[in-house]
Nanobody, 123 residues
């Protein structure tokens, strides 16, 4: 499985971005997926996760009410709609694939990762 993120960029506080994660390989719709964020000197931080069917989601407290995770299994893609962005949302965003069915909020559950896409939010 190969994962590739896109959609990052530099925006102002209050703006929106939509990240996408494209996957190649088999078993795309078998496992749950998620987004994590990392800044230099810190561990990868959970943002949101979605079940293999897309019917169940999980969010970090910092993302609730502002971010929305979704997936389109027919297109082999996952998305993260980020609204009302804040400077503290800045970081490299990684998409990941677990080996489980339900959403997971810990990095150890994820078996595959993309290369990341940079999101920078200026005040």
């Amino acid at each position: 499985v190969q994962l590739e993120e896109s959609g990052g960029g530099s925006v102002q506080a209050g703006d929106s971005l939509r990240l996408a994660c494209a996957a190649s390989g088999q078993l795309w719709d078998t496992w749950s997926m998620g987004w994590f964020r990392q800044v230099p000197g810190k561990e990868r931080e959970f943002v949101a996760s979605i079940s293999r069917s897309g019917s169940d989601t999980m969010y970090a407290d910092s993302a609730k009410g502002r971010f929305a995770i979704s997936r389109d299994n027919a297109l082999n893609k996952m998305f993260l709609q980020m609204n009302t962005l804040k400077p503290e949302d800045t970081g490299v965003y990684y998409c990941g694939m677990t080996g489980m069915y339900s959403p997971k909020d810990y990095a150890q559950a994820y078996l595959h990762w993309g290369q990341g896409t940079q999101v920078t939010v200026s005040s």
